[in-house]
């Protein structure tokens, strides 16, 4: 028998909750926690397979409350049932890391399919335990990032486990599911950025979904989830979500558009400074100066591309906004130390050589 924790300070609005999950769910026992303290208590004891929290209003103590909850019991999923105004409540489930919500007045029908669906997630058996703990380990990693605001870290996440999949798999079609299923995990984490940016990463999705072609090439996997990073942080952009330092945010805007040949200028206008300032601010925030932190962007990128594709070099010196395909060869030798076509013929025969080709 399954159990669920219903915690209220109204006793009225526990016992309604009650009712509508014991009469839609079979064989549930339903705890009902009046206070912070017992439903914490309840949650030590373990073996609790869903906390449903009546928050009215966030403040400082419910939001310690969810996070007592997740240090106590990590595997049991929450749902937050508030009468709050919707901004207030996604920006502070945001940054609990807590996905899944409801605004009052709710259905009934809708409080019972967000805990079947909740309960169903721990209940279903995934293709395979390692596979399904691995991606929850990155997912997870992803949803601090993006609390953080930290793109490039974002980027760096999704590319490592883009890695890990194609290195480790000899499925396709498992690993087809697996990259879906991690898109499907981004779309996710968008929820709380409203509904127009919630349709543009499901439009991302289900076009992945269909496009077998991509999902079996790993750079064509990871610019989709790239550019579903990329809506997301737009959109935090442009609202108030937005909550981070002036540094982290230009380096935010520089990272998301380092393929696009963004000058210093351009920089510096996005910064409200002049150029010659914010040379020196970026040399003083970064160690780097501007040119030299683009150019090593610019050159992951390309390793990636001559890795993962076979994109001819001229055509990456594009897309990586180089006017010229020997300026971009000279800039790629002298970072790495071999052209770019030395580089993807060196790695090409290491590989062959490690599958016994």
């Known amino acids: 028998m399954k159990q669920i924790i219903i915690w209220s300070e109204n006793e009225l609005e526990r016992q309604i909750t009650g009712e509508i999950l014991s009469a839609g769910l079979e064989e549930v026992e339903i705890l009902h926690a009046g206070s912070a303290e017992q439903a914490l208590e309840i949650l030590r004891e373990g ?23 997740q240090n106590l019991a ?10 709050g105004e919707q901004e207030h409540v996604s920006r502070n489930i945001w940054r609990l890391g807590v996905r899944d919500y409801l605004l009052k007045p709710c259905r009934p029908a809708w409080i019972l399919a967000a805990a079947k669906a909740l309960m169903g997630k721990i209940a279903a058996s995934p293709q395979s ?40 798999g000899d499925n396709v079609e498992a690993i087809r599911n697996e990259v879906v299923d991690f898109a499907a995990g981004i779309a996710e984490l968008g929820a709380p950025l409203g509904q127009t940016v ?22 064509e996997s990871y610019l989709t989830l790239e550019n579903m990073l990329d809506v997301m942080f737009e959109a935090m952009e442009e609202s108030n979500f937005y ?3 002036g540094g982290q945010k230009i380096l935010n805007y520089i990272d998301r558009n380092v393929r696009k040949g963004l000058s210093l200028d351009k920089a510096a206008e996005y910064a409200s400074m002049s150029s010659c300032y914010f040379s020196k601010f970026f040399k003083k925030m970064t160690g780097q100066n501007y040119i030299a932190y683009v150019t090593d962007g610019k050159i992951e990128l390309a390793k990636q591309m001559l890795l993962d594709t076979e994109m001819p070099v001229i055509n990456i010196s594009y897309e990586l906004s180089y006017g010229e395909t020997n300026y971009f060869s000279k800039a790629f030798k002298r970072k790495v130390g071999v052209t770019p076509t030395e580089f993807r013929e060196r790695n090409r025969r290491t590989r062959d050589q490690s599958s016994g080709c």
Do not use: H
């Not at 073996?47 to 909850?69: E, H, M, R, T, Y």
């Not at 990590?74 to 009468?83: A, E, F, K, Q, R």
């Open 47 to 69: 073996g609790v397979d869903l906390f449903v929290a009546d928050i009215p209003q966030f403040n400082l103590a419910k939001s310690n409350v969810i996070a007592s909850a």
């Open 74 to 83: 990590p595997g049991t999923p929450i749902l937050v049932i508030s009468s």
């Open 129 to 168: 335990e390692t596979d399904y703990s691995r991606r929850k380990i990155y997912m997870n990693r992803l949803m601090e990032q993006l609390r953080g605001f930290q793109y490039k870290n974002c980027i760096q996440t999704t590319r490592e486990y883009l890695d890990l999949l194609y290195r480790d």
């Open 198 to 219: 919630q349709w543009k990463l499901n439009r991302c999705l289900e076009q992945f979904r269909v496009r077998f072609d991509r999902q079996g090439r790993k750079y």
């Open 243 to 245: 909550e981070v330092e």
